[in-house]
């Protein structure tokens, strides 16, 4: 069939014409992780009590990451949904509608009665509410790096695609900081009544600026172009499942990150307060630094795989993330607060950015652009379904077993041999994967 070859822009890119694209893409993605890392954070300490106290505190953490896990199972659902819209009305519009939904939902939540209130109706709610934020994230990350990557150039696809993927250590960072200083400001009882509730209360205003921001970029050239040829596609859904390849590619090669990644952050907090006794403020001071320096390691490492090739960076940080597992959880475990915040650094610093930089170019790149919303957001949310989601479960299981699992070895070796494994999946995910660094993304054939 003959190849249809359409071009990135027909501009010269530079980093002012990409200002505003990085912005609205950036700040979009940024709100979204935000409101889904803090609800996160919230389900070690804060859930809990509030909408599961019946609950033995064990138990009720894993009820919390449960009903958290309802957000990871729903990503896929808001990336297929959304990405048909893409794919089908546009990329602009779609993502001003995964940003509104994120919106109300987080005022929701904010505003949801306690268990003592409305009893088994709160945290089915919560749940309910969840799944909603799910479906907004599954759909807004898709659009948000399509329209860098289809108003950038070629060349430097990579470093334009990173800065979407700054969102998350940004989300990251700002939630930190949102339970640190909310937790100094309504000490005690009074966080769990009232305080974690303002913060969600709050995204609501960056949401409008999103909104404002958002609204004034046009259409991505790209698919502008696909439009005008009238060449957009009929069945998003059923015309990329041609390329279940790449999609099952894309699903596995984010293992070795996005399963580390809930080990660092989501775990990490249970495992540091409940096991370790660690002070709440070390670990999300050790989490906001963390995420303030992966803003420059993720779009310079985005940047690095555009010159070396993603396939062989990408496969290097498997690797490294692999030798990495051990080292972490070992000074975890040392109780050491520089230790501590020496080993939170380096995950979200260093190991998770070197796959996370350039994970959103290497994926896109891979589908055409009549299908591109569709095929990227589902390989890349069904991995929260495979890895993200399941890792806090699956390492809270592993260390309530590991005398049964692993008799004469500590919990933490389990942990680690888990993020190893994750790792070496993604390196097997990429051999098979074409290389596009440097050159024309795929093209659909018509």
């Known amino acids: 069939m003959a190849s249809t070859s359409i071009s990135t822009t027909d501009s010269?890119?530079?980093?002012?014409?990409?200002?505003?694209?990085?912005?609205?893409?950036?700040?979009?993605?940024?709100?979204?992780?935000?409101?889904?890392?803090?609800?996160?954070?919230?389900?070690?300490?804060?859930?809990?009590?509030?909408?599961?106290?019946?609950?033995?505190?064990?138990?009720?953490?894993?009820?919390?990451?449960?009903?958290?896990?309802?957000?990871?199972?729903?990503?896929?659902?808001?990336?297929?949904?959304?990405?048909?819209?893409?794919?089908?009305?546009g990329r602009r519009s779609t993502l001003v509608v995964?940003?509104?939904?994120?919106?109300?939902?987080?005022?929701?939540?904010?505003?949801?009665?306690?268990?003592?209130?409305?009893?088994?109706?709160?945290?089915?709610?919560?749940?309910?509410?969840?799944?909603l934020q799910g479906v907004s994230v599954g759909g807004e990350w898709g659009g948000s790096v399509l329209l860098a990557m289809e108003y950038g150039d070629d060349r430097r696809r990579g470093f334009w695609t990173s800065w979407p993927q700054t969102g998350v250590p940004i989300g990251v960072g700002l939630s930190a900081l949102a339970v640190l200083l909310f937790q100094n400001l309504y000490p005690g009882t009074a966080f769990e009544s009232i305080g974690w509730r303002i913060p969600f209360l709050l995204s609501a205003m960056l949401v409008l600026v999103a909104l404002y921001?958002?609204?004034?970029?046009?259409?991505?050239?790209?698919?502008?172009?696909?439009?005008?040829?009238?060449?957009?596609?009929?069945?998003?859904?059923?015309?990329?499942?041609?390329?279940?390849?790449?999609?099952?590619?894309?699903?596995?090669?984010?293992?070795g990150e996005q399963a580390p990644f809930y080990i660092f952050t989501t775990f990490a907090l249970s495992y540091g307060l409940e096991v370790l006794h660690l002070d709440t403020s070390l670990l999300y001071t050790g989490l906001a630094l963390a995420a303030l320096t992966s803003c420059i390691s993720i779009p310079a490492f985005g940047a690095l795989s555009d010159h070396v090739g993603r396939r062989r960076w990408y496969m290097l940080g498997t690797v490294l993330m692999a030798l990495f597992a051990l080292p972490y959880v070992l000074l975890l475990n040392t109780k050491n607060p520089l230790l501590v915040i020496l080993a939170i650094a380096l995950s979200l610093s260093i190991f998770h950015p070197w796959l996370y930089g350039p994970q959103a170019a290497l994926i896109a790149e891979q589908f055409g652009p009549r299908?591109?919303?569709?095929?990227?957001?589902?390989?890349?949310?069904?991995?929260?379904?495979?890895?993200?989601?399941?890792?806090?479960l699956i390492a809270t299981y592993l260390?309530?077993?590991?005398?049964?699992?692993?008799?004469?070895?500590?919990?933490?070796?389990?942990?680690?041999?888990?993020?190893?494994?994750?790792?070496?999946?993604?390196?097997?995910?990429?051999?098979?994967?074409?290389?596009?660094?440097?050159?024309a993304a795929a093209q659909d054939r018509v």
């Open 12 to 89: 010269p890119v530079t980093l002012g014409s990409m200002l505003p694209i990085i912005t609205a893409s950036t700040l979009g993605t940024a709100i979204e992780w935000y409101n889904f890392f803090f609800y996160g954070f919230l389900a070690v300490k804060v859930f809990p009590a509030v909408f599961f106290p019946r609950l033995d505190p064990f138990v009720g953490i894993i009820a919390s990451f449960s009903a958290n896990f309802v957000g990871f199972a729903a990503r896929p659902l808001g990336g297929a949904f959304f990405g048909w819209s893409g794919d089908r009305v």
């Open 98 to 131: 995964t940003l509104l939904l994120m919106g109300v939902t987080t005022i929701l939540i904010g505003i949801l009665p306690d268990y003592a209130t409305i009893g088994i109706a709160a945290p089915l709610l919560l749940t309910a509410l969840r799944f």
């Open 213 to 255: 921001i958002r609204l004034r970029i046009l259409e991505t050239p790209v698919f502008a172009k696909v439009k005008a040829a009238q060449q957009e596609s009929r069945a998003p859904l059923l015309e990329v499942w041609s390329h279940w390849r790449e999609v099952l590619l894309a699903v596995l090669l984010r293992s």
């Open 371 to 392: 299908t591109r919303y569709t095929g990227t957001s589902l390989g890349y949310q069904l991995a929260s379904i495979t890895a993200g989601g399941p890792a806090p």
């Open 399 to 439: 260390l309530a077993n590991h005398d049964r699992l692993a008799p004469g070895y500590p919990a933490y070796v389990l942990i680690a041999a888990y993020i190893a494994s994750m790792a070496a999946i993604s390196f097997l995910a990429m051999l098979p994967l074409r290389e596009y660094a440097g050159k």
